[in-house]
């Protein structure tokens, strides 16, 4: 026999209440704390202003992986800022992915140049960023 417990409606809505900030927030937010503007961010993670605008004009957008990442690379975020900011789209930097590797590698060397970072994925049959 399976006991079922039902949850009562007004506790699942005042937990829902305590989300964290999305992405979209979150980014804009460290945005702002770095004192650049979108467009030196756009530019930098290699994405077009209208991907970026798309985005930004979305609270519940979710990039692709890569996005985010270059996202993160262009705030020039530390591994645990840019985890957190990629955590908020969904997504993880793990041991067991090449991609996911050599990213941290960069980040780590606190080389955040998207180009050389591109060639390396590429150099590793990896896709690349922006």
Same mark, same amino acid.
Request: glycine share 6%.
């Given at each position: 026999m399976v006991c079922?417990e #039902?949850?009562?409606t007004?506790?699942l809505?005042a937990f829902?209440?305590k ?12 945005? $702002?704390?770095?004192g650049q503007? !979108?467009?030196a #961010? &756009?530019?930098k993670a290699n #994405?077009?202003? $209208?991907?970026?605008s798309? @985005?930004i ?5 979710k990039p692709s992986?890569?996005t985010?990442?270059? @996202?993160?690379?262009? @705030?020039?975020?530390?591994l645990?800022?840019t ?7 969904g &997504?993880a930097?793990?041991?067991?992915s090449k991609f996911?590797? #050599?990213?941290? &590698?960069?980040? $780590?060397?606190? !080389?955040? !140049?998207?180009i050389?970072? !591109?060639?390396?994925? &590429?150099?590793?049959?990896q896709s690349?960023?922006?």
């Open positions: 079922e #039902i949850m009562p007004g506790d809505e829902l209440k989300k964290d900030a999305g992405f979209v927030e979150t980014l804009l937010e460290l945005i $702002q704390k770095s503007k !979108n467009s #961010i &756009y530019k #994405i077009t202003k $209208q991907h970026f798309k @985005l004009n979305d609270p519940d957008a992986k890569p985010a990442i270059a @996202l993160a690379l262009a @705030l020039e975020l530390d645990d800022g985890r957190d900011l990629i955590g908020r789209a &997504y930097l793990t041991s067991s996911d590797l #050599i990213i941290r &590698y960069f980040i $780590q060397q606190k !080389n955040y !140049n998207i050389e970072i !591109n060639i390396a994925l &590429y150099e590793f049959d690349t960023l922006g």
